[in-house]
């Protein structure tokens, strides 16, 4: 039972444009999300986290978005960058197990020049 | 600074066979995890460590599969005996404390024939 959905499996967008990568839950009790990006033949890297008390984080050019109501994190990545080509995975876990994260199929994204 | 290391990089076996991945968390680092990535179920936790204590293996599939600890330098992932399901990319990760960003090594790649 996936428990955390990344329904687009691709992504392609013009290097200098926005990304928006989306991510949706259904276990009300995930408090604390991950993102992570992953290049071919080497682990996943961590890129930005949050909490459920806020509904924003911004690192950089990259910004998650929460909404606790819709069950729904987006990561906006502005402006997209060729080196941005990867796998992204969004992440989650709860409260006492936080250990156990729960993790979605991913989303490839291709920036093109 | 040297990030979790994992050995080998790939392996290939034969079915029947012993399979021993080996895992280096970053230093410091109190909380080890073992994922494994397939196509079908995506990146799943096996089993994770706190202090060299196993807290939590409910992710592990069969009685096949074991995993210690034995110091905060060192765990390994044993698969006794292998199976051609059991091929995959398997990942360890580390983090310094609960609720703290995992930091990946870059993956064993294990074929079973």
């Known amino acids: 039972d996936q428990q955390v959905k990344q329904n687009s499996p691709s992504l392609s967008v013009q290097e200098g444009r926005i990304s928006i990568l989306n991510c949706d839950y259904t276990n009300s009790m995930f408090d604390y999300f991950l993102w992570y990006k992953k290049y071919p033949a080497e682990g996943p890297t961590f890129l930005i986290s949050i909490s459920s008390i806020k509904d924003k984080n911004e690192d950089g050019r990259f910004t998650v978005f929460l909404n606790k109501s819709a069950k729904h994190l987006s990561l906006h990545i502005v402006p997209s960058q060729p080196g941005d080509s990867a796998v992204y995975f969004c992440a989650a876990s709860a409260t006492g197990s936080w250990g156990k994260l729960q993790f979605g199929a991913g989303t490839q994204v291709v920036v093109t020049p | 600074d040297a990030g979790v290391i994992q050995s080998p990089r790939h392996e290939v076996t034969e079915m029947g066979q012993e399979v021993t991945l080996r895992c280096k968390p970053i230093?410091?680092?109190?909380?080890l995890f073992w994922y494994r990535q397939t196509m079908m179920r995506g990146l799943e936790l096996l089993i994770y460590f706190n202090n060299n204590v196993p807290i939590d293996d409910s992710g592990m599939p069969e009685d096949r599969f074991s995993a210690k600890m034995p110091n905060a330098s060192f765990s390994t992932l044993k698969i006794q005996p292998s199976e051609p399901r059991d091929s995959a990319v398997y990942f360890c990760?580390?983090?310094?404390?609960?609720?703290?960003?995992?930091?990946f090594g870059d993956g064993t790649r294990l074929s079973i024939l």
């Open positions: 230093s410091g680092h109190d909380y």
């Open positions: 990760a580390s983090s310094w404390a609960g609720g703290e960003p995992q930091h």
